[in-house]
């Protein structure tokens, strides 16, 4: 070949190759951009009145009387839009029969939408759940709240051929020529009066337990769930994972059963993760009955047998990378073979053998298919350590999927989903990077 | 072959095994105080890879508190042989042995003799050096540590002895602590060397020591050699004819797995028997 021609190859594999990790870095950075901005709006965002209110009665954050103080300033206000909702339902008793029934369906939807935005209207029963005891407790939902008290939406299906277009009607002429007229752009006007929102920074979100199905409060219990069932399945698989290595790598001779059980091995790492749930269920809890039903202790079991293949292959192409002259000089000064395996082999592989636990850790983390037969409740309470053997628990990546998908207000929480995204994200993430310090700080103690 | 340390002729098979051994001692001025009995006996002493035969039928003696080079070209089995006195083969799952091989009246490959124990009395260095990635001090305390040595006032006499002995001790003494890693390849062989004399053995072992090092460490080495020399049996593989003529003062000629002739040193360089030998020593081949 000559010059020229392999200069230009080698000029546009360069070319070719700087463009797919660009392309990749592209893709990486629309992924990451909503997920982390999404991801902080739940933890840093314009908190209203009735966010303070939440957390002074529910986790008895905040100051008292400051928040009287703002509730002293807001409630003339309020005052006043209940006075006017008063006032048309005084007026809607003159109405004849006809207009009465239509007026009072369309006033409940203005006072359904008040109380969603301002909290339970005065005079009402008390709401049994907790969802309909607050207001909106974020500004930019109550944003949203008021566009709905506006504008009523309407769908044009005139033309049966195409799919039905959306329109908003203004509401106040609904209500034209009555006294709750007035009411509409009252609202618009003293909003923020009403609800006085400010910048809230809720670390809460990160240490709260959730309220109400996770329409209120923070992610607590599914932050300690992941935890405890990473961890919980790292006890039982690095000890085992390491050990299986070992035996790999020093003592198993070459033949038939051993390369059957290498095979195995890397057969096993490729399993569909959902197979590996059911297996847990079929086996952890319906046969040998490690609990009577989903439990920590039998998700953490399932996760590690997932990750059992990854930490063994790990640990083994560790143990295989350490220079046979370590071994030949411990072995030559009279050590035993399990010695030398102790003192010298083990220590001089540990960099890659804790790369792999940790890689394997992030992963047992973020699975969701193993837990969800063995381990996982979509709303559940914070467990303590003393019941990871019975209790099940919420766990991040579960809830992250039941969030979107099954919530039956999974609309109004996506800031919920993104925070627990980002919070999964996050531990992930953290995992790795403490895995590539404590894998420098060996390394670096290793070479002197 | 029927002598030790005597010139032998080039056909081994035509030797008669359990013939005595007539031990040919070195020039009055050279010998050492108790030394020239023999502490190796290799009898009809095979070594196989699989179904090659490395190492054909030995007799031989290594005397002790001498210095025995063993020479010859590359694959003549030299290596094969000094690893299987210590048994480091073991480590190689294809090889075995057979004959004998007897080490202070015992058999290094009998059926009860435990290899651990005798690679504490038979220490070897290596080829490369190849230090812990631990501090000096641990590297030198490795072995007596394995000897239940836990006293940190006896671990420090022995480090230092043994740093002494190799001619490490004032090159490092202010820096035992730091990783074995950081030394210059030169000081990593003698610290190699000080870690095997720490387990104090009868017989060291020496592969190709110097093979890695630069002149001036290599000089070293041979100088540490000398000092030892008297204190210890060494056998020493290598492939410089100029450090077998200068360090040892028998000479083992391996060509193609048999052992062509074994001589005193100055014999076996001025006044080869063998024309092989010969040939060798005279760089016909290498």
Do not use: H
């Given at each position: 070949m000559n010059i020229g021609t392999r200069k230009i190859l080698d000029r546009s594999f360069t070319a070719v190759g700087l463009t797919s990790i660009l392309l990749m870095a592209l893709a990486l950075l629309v992924v990451v951009?909503?997920?982390?901005?999404?991801?902080?709006?739940?933890i840093f965002f314009k908190g209203t009145i009735e966010h303070r209110k939440l957390q002074l009665r529910e986790f008895d954050n905040g100051n008292r009387e400051v928040l009287d103080r703002q509730i002293a300033e807001s409630e003339p206000y309020r005052q006043e839009v209940f006075r006017m909702l008063d006032a048309f339902a005084a007026e809607l008793?003159?109405?004849e029969p006809t207009r009465k029934r239509e007026y009072s369906s369309k006033v409940s939807s203005v006072k359904d939408i008040v109380s969603h935005l301002l909290g339970p209207v005065p005079g009402e029963p008390e709401p049994i759940l907790l969802r309909f005891q607050y207001g909106t407790t974020r500004w930019e939902k109550a944003e949203e709240s008021l566009h709905d008290l506006m504008f009523v939406t309407k769908w044009d299906t005139s033309n049966p051929e195409e799919m039905g277009k959306q329109y908003f009607v203004p509401r106040v002429d609904e209500f034209a020529g009555t006294s709750l007229a007035a009411l509409f752009p009252y609202i618009e006007e003293n909003l923020e009066k009403m609800l006085l929102p400010e910048q809230t920074f809720y670390w809460g979100f990160l240490t709260e337990r959730s309220l109400d199905a996770h329409i209120f409060g923070g992610v607590w219990a599914e932050i300690q769930g992941t935890l405890f069932l990473a961890?919980?399945?790292?006890?039982?698989?690095?000890?085992?994972?390491?050990?299986?290595?070992?035996?790999?790598?020093?003592?198993?001779?070459?033949?038939v059963f051993t390369s059957i059980l290498r095979s195995a091995n890397s057969t096993l790492a490729g399993v569909p993760s959902i197979v590996f749930g059911l297996f847990g269920l079929a086996f952890f809890i319906n046969t040998i009955k490690?609990?009577?039903?989903?439990?920590?202790?039998?998700?953490?079991?399932?996760l590690a047998i997932m990750i059992l293949p990854t930490i063994i292959r790990a640990a083994e192409e560790a143990i295989l990378s350490v220079p046979k002259t370590y071994k030949e000089a411990s072995i030559g000064l009279g050590s035993t073979k399990w010695r030398t395996i102790v003192t010298v082999i083990l220590p001089a592989a540990l960099p890659g053998i804790i790369t792999g636990g940790i890689i394997s850790l992030g992963r047992a983390a973020g699975e969701t298919a193993?837990?969800?037969?063995?381990?996982?409740?979509?709303?559940?309470?914070?467990?303590?350590?003393?019941?990871?053997?019975?209790?099940?628990?919420?766990?991040?990546?579960?809830?992250?999927?039941?969030?979107?998908s099954e919530h039956e207000a999974a609309n109004e929480i996506r800031h919920v989903q993104y925070g627990m995204v980002l919070a999964l994200i996050s531990i992930v993430l953290l995992l790795n990077l403490s895995a590539i310090l404590l894998r420098a700080r060996i390394s670096k103690k290793l070479k002197g | 072959m029927q002598m030790t340390a005597e010139a032998k002729s080039s056909n081994q098979s035509a030797s008669k095994s359990g013939a005595s051994r007539e031990i040919f001692l070195p020039p009055e001025r050279d010998r050492v105080k108790d030394g020239g009995k023999p502490h190796l006996s290799a009898k009809n002493f095979s070594i196989f890879y699989g179904d090659f035969e490395a190492v054909k039928k030995i007799e031989a003696d290594i005397l002790s508190k001498y210095v025995t080079a063993i020479i010859g070209p590359s694959g003549c089995g030299k290596s094969t042989f000094l690893r299987a006195i210590n048994r480091m083969n073991d480590l190689i799952p294809s090889c075995y042995t057979s004959g004998s091989l007897m080490f202070d009246g015992e058999d290094v490959y009998g059926k009860y003799t435990d290899e651990v124990q005798l690679r504490r009395k038979i220490g070897m260095v290596f080829q490369k050096p190849n230090p812990f990635p631990k501090s000096i001090f641990d590297n030198?305390?490795?072995?007596?540590?394995?000897?239940?040595?836990?006293?940190?006032?006896?671990?420090?006499?022995?480090?230092?002895?043994?740093?002494?002995?190799?001619?490490?001790?004032?090159?490092?003494?202010?820096?035992?602590?730091?990783?074995?890693?950081?030394?210059?390849?030169?000081?990593?062989?003698?610290?190699?060397?000080a870690r095997t004399l720490a387990v104090e053995p009868e017989i060291l072992l020496l592969d190709e020591p110097t093979s890695a090092l630069d002149p001036k460490s290599t000089a070293k080495i041979e100088d540490l050699i000398e000092e030892l020399r008297g204190s210890y049996t060494i056998a020493i593989v290598t492939h410089n004819m100029q450090q077998a003529s200068r360090v040892s003062d028998y000479t083992m000629f391996f060509y193609e797995g048999d052992l062509v002739e074994y001589a005193p040193t100055k014999q076996l360089f001025t006044n080869p028997r063998d024309q092989v030998t010969e040939d060798y020593i005279t760089g016909r081949f290498s």
């Open positions: 951009v909503p997920i982390v901005s999404g991801g902080i709006g739940a008793e003159t109405f961890i919980g399945a790292m006890l039982f698989a690095f000890p085992m994972g390491v050990i299986a290595a070992i035996y790999f790598t020093e003592y198993a001779r070459e033949n490690v609990s009577d039903s989903k439990s920590v202790l039998a998700g953490s079991l399932t193993p837990i969800i037969f063995t381990a996982a409740v979509s709303v559940g309470a914070t467990i303590g350590l003393g019941d990871v053997l019975t209790s099940p628990t919420p766990a991040l990546s579960w809830n992250i999927y039941n969030l979107a | 030198i305390a490795y072995g007596p540590r394995l000897q239940g040595v836990k006293e940190k006032k006896v671990l420090d006499e022995i480090v230092e002895k043994s740093l002494r002995k190799a001619a490490l001790w004032d090159e490092v003494k202010d820096r035992l602590d730091k990783n074995a890693l950081g030394l210059s390849g030169g000081q990593q062989q003698r610290l190699c060397v």
